[in-house]
């Protein structure tokens, strides 16, 4: 137990790293976030009637940041798993495969990294939405905030790392992630309320981990709930998923590498 | 005396296509080691076996007394590996890239330091230590790739062609190195590669594969010394009476051996300068025409034809890779 949180941190420290090093990658991935919550938070201001209907009082912008933070996590994070390929086709993967440690946490050192990155890139959206004028009623919440987007992004980080390792190429990749991440953005309340989404459309919204986050943000965020989903559901439901994703992901991975690339 | 790396009857397919082909062999505590052959013969699956990465299809491998199979884990405490490619993290520093590489291997935390000081020494990266490794030549990038593999001392160090793509002076550089390191840690050393001259100068025995079969294990002085004193080279006009013309050659008492490769005739003899008349005086006789003949001292790269019956041809060789690694593809997918 001792040397698998050591050896994590190991991976979880050149993960980071490398991330530090990469200085304009972190402003190029925030160019899109920042264009949905400043064009969609403003084209669709006139939907506030609508947004009030179901008990939300304020701008289309505050009800919609919390979920452009969420969209920053999952792409953040379900991205994030891409250098597992690199590793593998350039030899840091032989390299750690050949030394004493375990597979396991090569895979959590990676999705360990990934969830903290995504919650930075998310918080940095957070400041964007502070700068435009969303308000924050109690500033002490960006604490949970911040460790339910770790969490999160720690279960989409598992996605992210089970695809890669099991994608042999970066097409298969980019396809595969392309096909989940839109999806399990648009089936959630992140732009829209989950009580005026058609049943059929709620229902399956329902099934998503997303949704749940994105209710439960911005529950934290501005005091409203919806849906009569309580927060305490919501962050069951958040942990079930974060736990299988995990556990998935390194067995899966440690399943992959074993096989030639 | 416990042999450092040991096979039997080690195997690995993919496929239909047999990369290793019932290999035996065994390595002493203490020598370097060198697996001699071109690209695809399987150099490189032997060395991923040994090293835990890919399983064998059959057969035996233990290194430093373990199997590969079963206890992977204690052979990895026990072994470095350099890689072909360059592994190295670009944007970190080559301080950072070691305490990296200690950490994977375990390295005790109060020890790091020292360890790492003591081989930036060694491989005299000292004043290059924090630069990023993106900003290194392709000979600093490796010698901190070998570095790397020596900070936890293993018992093995696998280095799979530890010069390639580097120009002369860096591989004769990496080559002091290599000796350097064998001399300073008593480490057994087994490198892959298919320079001639560098099985040559480094290695206490070589083993040459090709096909995926050891052809023959020796040390490089036997191997050149059982080719006889001289080599002979022909190339004649092609014609139909070939046959009979290597066979006539054969009847000369002093000619070992005889390889053939289209045109090209190549006879080791230990009595050249009696030979070579009797040679010219058999072709006016069939009336072959000889375009060449010369007369050399044998190297490994004639001992590697006589055990292969062809040349090392890297370019061959490279376009075979490709070939294997797209067969290789197409398996898994």
Redesign the interface.
């Known amino acids: 137990m001792n040397?698998l949180l050591?050896?994590t941190y190991?991976i979880f420290?050149?993960e980071l790293?490398?991330y530090k090093?990469?200085r304009s990658g972190v402003l190029i991935r925030l160019i899109q976030p920042a264009i949905w919550i400043i064009v969609i938070g403003n084209t669709f201001s006139g939907t506030e009637p609508l947004i009030q209907s179901v008990g939300f009082e304020g701008q289309y912008i505050e009800f919609m940041a919390p979920g452009v933070i969420i969209l920053t996590a999952i792409f953040t994070s379900i991205f994030g798993g891409v250098n597992t390929l690199w590793d593998r086709r350039?030899?840091?993967m032989?390299?750690?495969?050949?030394?004493?440690?375990s597979r396991s946490s090569i895979a959590l050192g990676k999705m360990s990294a990934i969830s903290l990155i995504a919650a930075l890139q998310a918080s940095l959206i957070l400041g964007i939405a502070l700068a435009i004028g969303v308000t924050f009623p109690n500033p002490i919440m960006i604490a949970p905030i911040m460790a339910i987007v770790i969490l999160f992004s720690l279960g989409f980080s598992g996605i992210s790392v089970i695809v890669a390792a099991t994608a042999?190429s970066q097409e298969t990749f980019w396809g595969v992630i392309n096909f989940l991440g839109m999806p399990l953005f648009m089936l959630s309340p992140a732009l829209f309320p989950l009580e005026l989404l058609p049943d059929w459309l709620a229902a399956i919204a329902k099934l998503n981990p997303v949704t749940y986050t994105v209710l439960l943000v911005r529950e934290l965020m501005t005091g409203v709930s919806e849906g009569g989903i309580s927060a305490l559901l919501s962050i069951a439901v958040i942990s079930v998923f974060v736990l299988i994703m995990v556990g998935l992901a390194s067995y899966v991975f440690t399943r992959e590498v074993?096989?030639?690339f | 005396m416990l042999h450092s790396i040991e096979t039997k009857s080690l195997s690995k397919s993919f496929g239909n296509v047999k990369a290793v082909d019932d290999i035996t062999f065994s390595v002493e505590s203490g020598e370097i080691f060198g697996f001699l052959g071109p690209n695809g013969a399987g150099k490189s699956t032997t060395m991923m076996i040994l090293t835990t990465l890919l399983k064998p299809t059959s057969g035996q491998a233990l290194v430093s007394g373990f199997d590969v199979k079963t206890q992977p884990k204690q052979v990895r405490l026990k072994i470095g590996y350099v890689q072909q490619e360059s592994t190295v993290d670009e944007y970190l520093t080559g301080r950072e890239n070691l305490f990296l590489q200690a950490r994977l291997n375990h390295i005790p935390k109060d020890q790091i330091k020292k360890r790492i000081d003591e081989v930036l020494e060694l491989i005299e990266l000292s004043d290059k230590q924090n630069d990023a490794v993106v900003t290194y030549s392709g000979g600093m990038r490796k010698r901190l790739d070998i570095a790397g593999g020596l900070l936890h001392r293993p018992k093995v160090l696998f280095l799979d062609e530890p010069t390639v793509g580097l120009d002369i002076q860096t591989r004769r550089k990496i080559w002091k190195y290599i000796k350097k390191i064998h001399l300073e840690f008593e480490m057994t050393i087994f490198l892959s590669t298919h320079y001639m001259e560098e099985a040559d100068k480094l290695c206490d025995r070589i083993g040459i594969i090709d096909g995926g079969k050891i052809q023959v294990i020796d040390s490089p002085q036997n191997m050149k010394k059982a080719m006889g004193n001289e080599v002979i080279s022909l190339v004649i006009e092609k014609f139909d009476d070939e046959n009979k013309f290597i066979s006539k050659l054969r009847t000369i008492e002093y000619i070992k051996k005889i390889n053939e490769d289209q045109n090209k005739i190549v006879l080791f003899a230990s009595n050249g300068t009696e030979v070579i008349p009797k040679i010219f005086q058999m072709a006016s006789d069939l009336k072959i025409k000889i375009n060449s003949i010369s007369l050399t001292q044998p190297t490994l790269d004639d001992v590697f034809i006589s055990y292969t019956g062809h040349e090392i041809r890297s370019e061959e060789g490279g376009f075979n890779r490709k070939r294997e690694h797209a067969k290789m593809k197409r398996l898994r997918a």
């Open positions: 040397s050591y050896d190991t420290w050149r790293k490398r090093k990469s350039y030899g840091f032989n390299k750690a495969l050949t030394s004493p440690i042999k074993n096989k030639p």
